[in-house]
């Protein structure tokens, strides 16, 4: 091995350690994807590579690598980049494991690249039906795969857990973790613990009722599954591993008949091993829908919604759990990152877990009891006035739950920080936080009615639409707000702040150099001193960069790397889209290196059509219609008040807009199905579709307008 005079002691003292314990391929060559249980429990100490998706089992995403430094970061340069074959959403953090580097792109494609070149070893397609796409609350985004003993598994959108030959790329096997008749979705990343696969899923804006399970890793045979939130009470216990906790906790928690609409519940994020308690910690999302007056009659806690649920690895049996929300009613989940670490706290060290969930709060969690140590806001709030640290409890504003009248609510359903991961230093004792402030009125929506595979999230969504007056536009736009937040764990506490211009930024990377990682909207990937904030060095990445950075060394170079390409929530359902429209450019994995020379080909984006209103007249009670009709059945997709960004089509510029028998027979019977384009014939008919166009007429106008200058 080459030796620079950067590489640390870590990284080769696990070098050594390795070479003794490599697992060996038939006929004794080095196996792919060598990773076994030791590997993963010493992962902390080996530098040199990623061996799962937080880096270690702390997920502390901390790189404890020092050749790319703060004092020599202004080096950097692209050492290569590999192109994605889609502009849809980017979210995956890599694996990188003995010089090849594993990851995914939208729609669940795997990949394995040489981590020096970029040359592509082989790839998988798992060929998802594109009108999976629809049950995607948030694009067919992918977060990344997991290793072990010569394997690479990936979470496809379709609910199946696919085991590929990390050689080869060819599968092993596969199994269907969800039942594909109804909307579950799986965009996380799975985590290997003790030689099972865990795995949750996603789903509960369309419906479904939320669990994990872990699956033998070499077999796919089921080892345990723990659902969430409690079923039917008719159908009695599930024969899981969560009968006795949802008998004895969850069910005197729910009133109503809340099974009929799923419940929600789902696991699609964080899943945390524990190494040191031999515990699994797992967050657990939003209710289905998400009006807790619709779903449980306003009444009870609905455990385990908007918690962080401790389990039983070996059995999935419950061991403590934590709720922050209780009886959520704003799609606060709490699956956003979880990070573990001892902390000294009060003269005394203690093993917590950090997390910072959509609702606002940043909590200290004893990891052995799961009493909460402190919870501490980290951007502005208006549904709490902070956390009782006597119950742990939220102190609500008594109107935050809309249930007499509209509630403007901070943060939102898009967080207070979302699903973009977090750092950890230990060497600053700071966490690294991409934090936003994205406000959102909530109202009660009258008449709901559950509709089986679409959204149901029982509130007004025509709240959600951007104001059409250009001066009220841009003075809302001004309140969506984007931060890198470095925080004190222990004091509770901001050290330091960078302000965006707006949300929706990316993971983070810390590592020994004292560096912070992270790109952001805007299409900027950047490295930020880690004691203080300050902007050290940065690169034009053509595209909005979301996922999380990684660092590693083969033969003593040290590379960072990071997934660009923007998507996601924000960008589909926000509607606040900044500058010229254009066409999103495919995502591309960003390689760098000191010295790095490589560049990226200039973007020049296609020529988007114009605005093509109709020709019809409509009346202000077709259009008043449409715009309800939009936005409960179209704007999750195309953007709120039809505003696209670049990523799925601009309905204001379709050439079906002008043409009703064309518009209905792809909205109405789906003649674009194997595009994505699902029948709305389930859930809307012809003349709502008719409202739908003529209300997308009207923004198409005001487009017009507006690009003519007038």
């Known amino acids: 091995m080459k030796i620079s005079a950067g590489t640390s002691l870590a990284a080769l003292a696990a070098t050594a350690w390795f070479a003794t314990t490599a697992l060996q391929a038939p006929g004794g060559a080095t196996m792919a994807a060598a990773v076994n249980a030791d590997r993963l429990l010493a992962a902390a100490g080996d530098a040199s590579n990623w061996l799962t998706h937080g880096g270690t089992y702390a997920e502390q995403r901390f790189a404890r690598l020092d050749q790319i430094n703060a004092g020599n970061v202004s080096q950097l340069g692209l050492a290569w980049f590999h192109d994605f074959d889609t502009n849809r959403g980017q979210e995956a953090t890599p694996l990188v494991i003995d010089g090849t580097m594993y990851t995914t792109s939208a729609w669940s494609k795997v990949m394995a690249l040489d981590a020096v070149t970029g040359k592509v070893k082989w790839s998988y397609d798992p060929e998802v039906s594109k009108d999976r796409g629809f049950s995607a609350c948030c694009d067919v985004v992918n977060r990344g ?195 573990l670490a001892t902390l000294k706290i009060d003269g005394r060290d203690r093993k917590v877990l950090m997390q910072a969930p959509k609702n606002g709060f940043f909590y200290v969690i004893d990891r052995e009891t799961g009493k909460l140590i402190s919870a501490k806001g980290f951007v502005p709030q208006t549904w709490t006035t902070g956390v009782d640290p006597a119950t742990g409890r939220p102190i609500e504003v008594p109107e935050a739950r809309y249930k007499k009248a509209a509630f403007v609510t901070a943060p939102s359903a898009l967080g207070a920080h979302n699903w973009h991961p977090m750092s950890f230093s230990p060497q600053t004792g700071l966490v690294y936080l991409p934090a936003q402030e994205v406000p959102m009125q909530y109202e009660s929506q009258a008449g709901y009615a559950h ?198 089509p601009d309905l204001r510029r379709s050439g079906a807009l002008d043409d009703k028998a064309l518009w209905a027979s792809i909205v109405h019977d789906g003649a674009l199905k194997e595009n994505g384009m699902v029948a709305f014939s389930k859930w809307i008919n012809r003349d709502q579709v008719e409202t739908i166009r003529a209300y997308v007429g009207a923004q198409a106008k005001m487009l017009q307008a507006e690009e003519a200058g007038k």
């Open 145 to 339: 795969v997991a290793a072990w003993n010569g394997l690479i598994f990936v979470g496809a959108l379709d609910g199946r857990l696919i085991a590929l030959d990390a050689e080869t790329g060819k599968v092993k096997w596969s199994v269907v973790t969800v039942d594909q008749g109804q909307p579950y979705t799986i965009t996380g990343a799975p985590r290997v613990v003790k030689g099972k696969v865990i795995i949750g899923n996603g789903g509960a804006e369309l419906g479904v009722r939320g669990y994990v399970t872990a699956y033998d890793a070499m077999t796919g045979k089921k080892a345990w599954r723990f659902y969430t939130i409690p079923g039917d009470p008719a159908k009695g216990p599930d024969g899981e591993a969560s009968d006795e906790v949802l008998a004895a906790k969850a069910g005197s928690t729910w009133s109503g008949k809340y099974w009929q609409a799923g419940g929600g519940g789902t696991v699609w994020d964080a899943i945390v091993y524990d190494q040191e308690l031999d515990r699994l910690y797992i967050g657990v999302g939003n209710g289905s829908p998400w009006n807790h007056e619709i779903r449980s009659e306003g009444k009870g806690d609905n455990l385990f919604l908007s918690s962080v649920v401790a389990l039983d690895p070996n059995t999935g049996k419950y061991i403590w759990h934590y709720q922050g929300t209780p009886g959520e009613t704003w799609d606060f989940t709490q699956t956003q990152p979880i990070v």
């Open 451 to 648: 509709r089986p595979g679409a959204w149901n999230v029982a509130i007004k969504m025509i709240a959600m639409e951007p104001p059409s007056d250009r001066a009220v536009y841009k003075a809302t736009r001004a309140l969506l707000k984007g931060q890198l937040v470095a925080w004190d764990p222990v004091k509770q506490k901001e050290v330091w702040r960078v302000q965006y211009d707006g949300p929706w930024n990316g993971g983070t990377l810390a590592t020994a150099g004292n560096l912070v990682f992270q790109g952001n909207a805007k299409g900027s990937f950047q490295a930020f001193d880690a004691s203080t904030g300050k902007p050290l060095w940065s690169f034009a990445a053509q595209t909005g960069v979301m996922a999380g950075p990684v660092s590693y060394t083969v033969n003593g170079v040290q590379y960072v790397a990071v997934t660009a390409g923007y998507g996601g929530a924000y960008p589909i359902s926000g509607g606040f889209g900044d500058g010229p429209q254009r066409v999103a450019p495919n995502g591309r994995m960003l390689v760098f290196k000191l010295g790095g020379t490589a560049t990226l080909p200039a973007w020049e984006p296609p020529q988007l059509p114009p605005p093509n209103p109709p020709r019809d007249s409509f009346t202000t009670a077709q259009i008043s219609a449409g715009a309800t009709n939009f936005a409960e059945n179209c704007a999750v997709c195309h953007g709120a008040g039809a505003r696209a960004v670049g990523i799925l």
